[in-house]
Nanobody, 123 residues
Framework: QVQLVESGGGLVQAGGSLRLSCAAS????????MGWFRQAPGKEREFVTA??????AYADSVRGRFTISRDNARNTVYLQMNSLKPEDTAVYYC??????????????????WGQGTQVTVSS
């Protein structure tokens, strides 16, 4: 049974930082593409970033502020979020998909999802 468990969310002031973690179990972690998505109240879920074996992709809205990384030995993917803005407020979801995935920005690429962690950025 595949499980993705996010942690690290919370309340932070604008300009601050948070690091999210996603611990995976039940899959061959190193062979998967891992992504982060977010959903703000009243909005559709949107792509944030993803990482394959050697490449990363970012949404324009977070490029230069957020960094995704993975530790295959720990089966964990991280999202370092710096210079946070109120518009970054959302529930952040971790997702896993097949290693051959091309459309990293599409949520249909991903087979498994975490339960989400709330990030709130105050102004």
């Amino acid at each position: 049974q595949v499980q993705l468990v996010e942690s690290g969310g919370g309340l932070v002031q604008a300009g601050g930082s948070l690091r999210l973690s996603c611990a995976a179990s039940g899959l061959t972690f190193g062979r998967n593409v891992m992504g982060w998505f977010r959903q703000a109240p009243g909005k559709e879920r949107e792509f944030v970033t993803a990482i394959t074996g050697g490449n990363t992709a970012y949404a324009d809205s977070v490029r230069g502020r957020f960094t995704i990384s993975r530790d295959n030995a720990r089966n964990t993917v991280y999202l370092q979020m710096n210079s946070l803005k109120p518009e970054d407020t959302a529930v952040y979801y971790c997702a896993a998909g097949p290693s051959w995935s091309v459309k990293l920005y599409s949520d249909s690429t991903y087979d498994y999802w975490g339960q989400g962690t709330q990030v709130t950025v105050s102004s």
